[in-house]
């Protein structure tokens, strides 16, 4: 069972900020539907085993930001998930602790309450779950769960906010993931253009956005993973980018062939300023992107049936990303909470 938690009660202690194919001669009724599809919902869902409470956002949030979960107390959750740069970090690959750096770009937090399972290969079932992979990691923040619970307990302000959030107890890992999980769930969208078109303001967006949106649910056929508010339908598709090892999920799951190269698709809210694109941060821009997905990507058994040459005039490919800028939200400065020392 979960809950839901109004957005508008989330606004006073966090940062804000259905697939259908479309024809260009469909009905006013049913591209009003499509519209209608991308409404934003109004609460976030939390689940039972983890119900919302400030106290347990506001030392979540405390947590994501604090440099003392590193090894060496210089990266936060928030390096790699900066919310100037619409959580993510801009980066190809994520870089940790080990200057080599990661084999996968960090993904963004932008309405990662609506899109479980986590990860680009979809290895974390719950949000709860993901925290200690990267803050144990040697590569990324390389701690250990008993070093971090032994440097929070030591620190009074950490155990009065651990105590406010769950009762008297001790720190530990179950408690330290479920505050994180319950903080990140408030990194929703913010309202951009095109949520104030869908809500009816005709002004709210251009002409050419407009036509772009008809061909992204349309001859693009974007909308077939890139669905709902989120613009992501949670699944994982091989579009043709990954080689050799970089499997994805098919690492999870060796003997399906479809799975092979397979990784999650993402959200394409903010999506014009979180270049580079795609797990490894191969595509430098929109325009590459769209390149990319008009070709078709490497063609071999798992790639997905929906990746095929799109044959896509120079307009269209114009229209496509003018409406693809209609989803940058207007953002403000994220308040930084004050840190227990």
Request: glycine letters at 8%.
């Amino acid at each position: 069972m979960r809950h839901w938690v109004s957005l508008t009660l989330l606004a006073l202690v966090l940062p804000l900020g259905m697939a259908f194919t479309l024809a260009t001669d469909e009905s006013p009724s049913v591209r009003a539907v499509i519209r209608a599809s991308y409404r934003r919902p109004t609460a976030i869902q939390f689940p039972s085993s983890n119900p919302y409470s400030e106290a347990k956002s506001t030392l979540g949030k405390m947590l994501f930001f604090d440099p003392i979960l590193s090894g060496s107390k210089t990266r936060s959750c928030a390096t790699c998930h900066n919310p100037s740069l619409s959580w993510g970090d801009g980066l190809s690959r994520a870089i940790g602790e080990d200057p080599q750096g990661l084999p996968l770009r960090a993904p963004t937090l932008i309405d990662v309450a609506f899109t479980e399972p986590l990860g680009w290969d979809g290895k974390f079932r719950t949000l709860e779950s993901v925290a200690f992979g990267p803050l144990t990691n040697p590569a990324n923040m390389n701690l250990s769960e008993a070093e971090l619970t032994a440097r929070l307990s030591a620190i009074p302000g950490y155990v009065d906010a651990f105590a406010r959030a769950f009762g008297v107890g001790a720190i530990t890992r179950a408690r330290i993931e479920a505050a994180l999980a319950t903080f990140e769930r408030g990194i929703v969208a913010g309202e951009s253009p095109f949520d104030r078109w869908v809500m009816g303001d005709e002004t709210a967006i251009s002409a050419a956005a407009k036509r772009g949106f008809d061909i992204f649910n349309g001859k693009a056929h974007c909308s077939a993973c890139h669905s709902g508010p989120s613009f992501t339908d949670g699944s994982f598709q091989d579009i043709g980018i990954g080689k050799d090892d970089d499997l994805g999920r098919g690492r999870l799951f060796p003997m399906s062939e479809k799975l092979k190269y397979a990784f999650k698709t993402p959200t394409l809210r903010d999506v014009a300023r979180r270049a580079p694109y795609m797990h490894n941060g191969s595509v430098a821009t929109l325009e590459d992107v769209i390149e990319l997905y008009d070709k078709g990507g490497i063609d071999r058994p798992s790639r997905s049936p929906l990746i095929k040459p799109l044959s896509l005039t120079a307009g269209e490919k114009s229209e496509l990303i003018a409406f693809l800028q209609t989803l940058t939200a207007s953002t403000g400065a994220t308040a930084l909470p004050m840190l227990p020392r």
